[in-house]
């Protein structure tokens, strides 16, 4: 193994107290890999390095590449380390600064203590079934006696008890520990660019929408209670069925799919009429109208998303919505995160102004409709400032 060839090196240059420590330390990280506790190894105030070295030796040597080691203020420079671990050609990417581990929920699987830290006994709230805390300092142990979930196993060495459900239970949370911790922003570049072309379905027919923004869907059609439905822009028509299928359970209704032409759309209903051709021009504008005429009415615009575009439409259809129904504008967060200030656009390709600069323009001239920022309760919508309710 890497590590039976590292830990000689190391232990040439250490005094015998320093090279106990190595021997203590091995088998424990080796337990730890070999019973899949989750969590990371933590070194609180090292004095030596080398135990850090050695950790990432067997851990590199297991192929057990995630894990990481924890430094929490170390009594050596962090240069000295990374000198070490490049060296021993160790994987950086492993190497991480504790701040306060108990505060972040990160699980620990191994606690060295070269100190007491404050509140010790919530800091191993953090350790995971199976994982060891090894102290140095004499006066820890009285404290570290008193915590029940503890065991002694040695002078010096306590374990949370290991069980195998509880392990697994431990494994599942810190799979998905990651996923919580995101940022709203890092979700959403990822719906944008790994699910939504490809994941996101209704009924079986591709449907391009953020999933928190249908159920504000349905609970808005309920509380309506449209008589038509129009759905500027519907590309594969996914969206298209789901609002049929809402009318449906209300037992009327129609749906009018407006969009420029079908080469993607593939979906029919006895609810859906279709309208194609270009939304802007007054031959669809016309034919849209006459559905609409005398009905209650909800707009949802889901077309070309370039500013002056939709603001051509949004002036052209927002006559067709009643008192008390809804002009809903999709997309407006490729103007949250455009390309120009962060590089990281959920549409790249996409560099214009786009829906949000056109409901600004908008809602400046048309006093009738009232931003409803309800709709935006699930924090993360494609439709920012965007649900624009007609006043009675």
Known sequence: MFAQLVKPLLKDSLE???QALLDEIEPLIETIHNESIQGDIVFYQPTLPHALILS??????HGDHHR?????????TISTCLTLFQKYQLELSRLVIYQAPAVDDTPIAFLHLSAVPKHLATITDALSPGGYIVSTPPEAHPQLSQITRLQQTEGHIWRVPYDPLQAKVAQYRAEYRPRLQQSLRTWARYHQRELIFRDVHWMGQPTLKNVMDCWIYQEVIYEVQPEVIVEIGSFSGGSTLFFAHMLDLLGAGKVVSVDINRHAYNVSHDRIIEVTGDSTTQEVMQQVRQHCAGKRT???HDGDHRHHTVLTDLNHYAPLVTPGSYLIVEDGIV???PYEETGAA???DFQDKGPLWAVATFMAENPQFTYDRTRERYWLTYNPFSFLKRLP
Do not use: G, H, K, N
């Not at 990432?56 to 040597?61: D, E, F, H, N, T």
């Not at 080691?69 to 170390?74: G, R, S, T, V, Y």
């Open 16 to 18: 015998p107290s320093q």
């Open 346 to 348: 959920l549409e790249p």
């Open 68 to 76: 990481r080691i924890a430094l929490w203020q170390p009594q050596f």
């Open 298 to 300: 909800l707009v949802i």
């Open 56 to 61: 990432a030796a067997i851990l590199q040597a």
């Open 335 to 337: 103007d949250i995160y």
